[in-house]
């Protein structure tokens, strides 16, 4: 039992670090304002349901279980390497948050099973892609910073669009590898690679035990992965999507 025990407390830590080094790689070598989500707790009814990892926000019902901002809100985001320490110091499972738009990555995110179908698709075409995060639920394709008129642009220019989408610019957060949220693991599907270096090259290197590599990592501009998205999912059976849910 003291062996269990001690197994699980020297796995914590390393998830702890593993957190806080992805939080300080993000702020201060890729200048991406992040903060700690709201985290995880034990449902008031373990054997309820709803069992599993609940969220530690006062809503019961909460859609996003953890992974979203609390205490401190979005607008606390930051790339002060103090800050962050403070912050993952105190809270070593908080999951970490990315504040997207602004100077900093947006995405663009589908259901999971579509995700993967999306990748496969855009592979085909020859459609270079950055860094993709997956979770148990959803996968999303940061992209380069736009703004919320240049993306009504861009859909207004759109005969139709998959009805799975959703668009994470200013105001917007996503959740980042290695956090862990309500939903499960959060991981790379494509890790960051730095600029003159795709995310597929970045993969390979990471499965022969390599590491992703620090620099800035290079992000496609959205409307070429709308456009590719788009042709992606079109052509399905019946005339339905193939990246529907």
């Keep these: 039992m003291r062996e269990i ?4 407390r020297r796995l914590r ?5 593993a957190r806080l080094d992805a939080a300080l790689t993000c702020a201060t070598v890729w200048q991406w304002p992040v903060l700690p989500g709201v985290g995880t707790a034990q449902p008031a009814d373990p054997y309820g349901e709803s069992a599993g990892l609940g969220c530690a926000c006062p809503e019961p019902d909460c859609a996003v279980p953890g992974a979203h901002p609390f205490d401190p809100g979005l ?3 930051t790339t002060d390497e103090r800050m962050v320490r403070w912050w993952w110091s105190n809270r070593p499972a908080a999951p970490v948050l990315l504040a997207t738009g602004g100077r900093a990555p947006c995405a663009v995110s589908l259901p999971a099973v579509a995700g993967a179908r999306a990748l496969s698709a855009l592979d085909a075409l020859g459609m270079r892609l950055g860094p993709v995060v997956a979770t148990p639920t959803r996968w999303s394709l940061l992209v380069a910073p736009y703004t919320l008129e ?3 642009e861009l859909l207004y220019a759109k005969d139709w669009v998959p009805s799975s989408l959703r668009f994470h610019g200013e105001g917007g957060y996503l959740v980042l590898p290695p956090s862990r949220t309500g939903a499960g693991q959060v991981r790379w599907e494509r890790p960051p690679a730095p600029l003159g270096t795709s995310a597929s090259v970045a993969s390979r290197g990471r499965a022969e035990g390599g590491a992703p ?3 800035a990592p290079w992000l496609p501009d959205v409307e070429a992965v709308l456009d590719a998205l788009v042709e992606a999912s079109t052509g399905a059976p019946g005339g339905g ?3 529907a849910y």
Excluded at 5 to 8: D, E, K, N, T, W
Excluded at 13 to 17: F, M, Q
């Design 5 to 8: 025990l001690g197994r699980r």
């Design 13 to 17: 830590r390393k998830e702890a670090t």
């Design 75 to 77: 607008l606390a985001a």
């Design 150 to 152: 240049r993306l009504g």
């Design 213 to 215: 590599a620090p620099a």
């Design 241 to 243: 999507s193939r990246l």
